[in-house]
């Protein structure tokens, strides 16, 4: 492949890439017997690892980047599987709260842990030089198709 057709195939690669980077995050799920947690969740889970207490809604979809009809779906299904809780905002009925359950808590050595294999995977012996002009160029894709 030339490099030519390598700079127009760009949506292609990143499209395969993330379907590896997903195998390979469901096989090691899969290694450490976690049911019902999909790649996609990866944020959801992160961003709740870090809060102190229920967060609403709004802010998970708000810190997570997906549109809102999917942030509710993936929390529902993190909810049936029994990782978090969601209950109306005492305050104010219209707003959801999420929580972490404790089997959710439990979750964050082993996810961190996957998430640490797929980064050594990703990075390989690539330079932290590198690492950084890769993260800056991919930022500046996505903010192109955002604009």
């Excluded at 809102?68 to 109306?88: A, D, I, N, P």
């Excluded at 990703?122 to 590198?130: K, L, Q, R, S």
């Excluded at 890769?134 to 903010?143: D, F, H, K, P, W």
């Amino acid at each position: 492949m030339t490099t030519e057709e390598q700079i127009k195939g760009i949506v292609g690669q990143i499209a395969r890439i993330r379907e590896q980077a997903n195998l390979l995050i469901e096989q090691e799920l899969r290694n450490v017997q976690i049911e019902g947690i999909l790649p996609a969740h990866g944020a959801i889970l992160y961003f709740l690892f870090q809060q102190n207490q229920p967060v609403a809604m709004k802010e998970i979809v708000e810190n997570v980047g997906r549109v809102k009809s999917t942030v509710t779906g993936m929390v529902s299904t993190l909810e049936h599987y029994g990782y978090v809780r969601k209950f109306q905002s005492p305050e104010d009925g219209r707003v959801i709260l999420v929580e972490l359950t404790e089997k959710g808590k439990a979750l964050e050595e082993p996810v961190g842990a996957i998430s640490g294999r797929l980064l050594e995977k990703v990075y390989g012996t690539m330079p932290a030089a590198d690492r950084e002009i890769l993260a800056r160029l991919l930022m500046q894709i996505r903010g192109n198709l955002e604009a």
